[in-house]
């Protein structure tokens, strides 16, 4: 069964940090690039975060560049986003996707919310 499954959300005070995780089954995430998008109550889903199959390329909304960094370990079959510096307008569901052609997945979503 291919499933991506988030962790890491939680409540954090602002300038704090966390770090997700999305761990891949039931297929191998080496040859798929991976994305992070987030969605706020009452707004659009919003990709925050993209990295390529070798990890060598990555992009970033310009919300959080500087502070967001995303990673993957193919050999655990595991992407990241390690998230710093966190405002509250980082809350929101986070999700990750791991695309190849016209095969995309994604994760149920994991909430993080920063308020103090």
């Known amino acids: 069964q291919v499933q991506l499954v988030e962790s890491g959300g939680a409540l954090v005070q602002p300038g704090g940090s966390l770090r997700l995780s999305c761990a891949a089954s039931g297929f191998t995430l080496t040859t798929y690039y991976m994305s992070w998008y987030r969605q706020a109550p009452g707004k659009e889903r919003e990709l925050v975060a993209a990295i390529t199959s070798t990890g060598v390329g990555t992009n970033y909304a310009n919300s959080v560049k500087g502070r967001f960094t995303i990673s993957r370990d193919n050999a655990k079959n595991t992407g990241y986003l390690q998230m710093n510096n966190l405002k509250p307008e980082d809350t929101a569901v986070y999700y990750c996707?791991?695309?190849?052609?016209?095969?995309?997945?994604w994760g149920q979503g994991t909430q993080v919310t920063v308020s103090s």
């Open positions: 996707k791991a695309g190849q052609g016209a095969a995309n997945y």
